[in-house]
């Protein structure tokens, strides 16, 4: 889903929220349970490719920044409710990040998935007017056909 950033509706008194900051990671991870911070630790803890960097000016508790090599990456606690995830999607974007990345968890129906599959949507739902700001309902949300 791509929408003009001419077209995201901002609240006056938010707007200052979403001024660009320096440094900001390209890629932001979107998450929708506090346990991937820990995640995260425990994989720096065997990958010697991924750091978490506990030094960068904006860290706070819902946003902290990892880097896989030379890739710094926002990790981004988003929560499952649909108008907080997309606040955290805005934000992201006008922060600096272009390439956002929205993980979670579903369940499925198919037998043949085991826990721990990684899935890749095809494209999103939107049904719940959640998103109505950032692109109308008659623009579907696909995901980039080179990622699956």
Known sequence: MY??????????HERELYQPKNDYPRVGILMHHTS?????????????QLKVDGTWEYQKFNLQ???WG??????????????????????????????IINIGSAGGINPSLEVGNGIIGQRAIRNNRALDNIASPEEEALSDPTSY
């Not at 991937?36 to 990958?47: P, R």
């Open 36 to 48: 991937y911070y820990q995640l995260a630790h425990d994989l720096s803890l065997s990958d010697q």
């Open 65 to 67: 920044r990892i880097w």
């Open 3 to 12: 929408t003009p950033v001419e077209q995201c509706v901002i609240r006056p």
């Open 70 to 99: 030379n890739l710094p990456i926002a990790l981004v606690w988003a929560s499952d409710v649909s108008e907080e995830a997309v606040n955290r999607l805005m934000e992201q974007y006008f922060w600096g990040a272009k390439d």
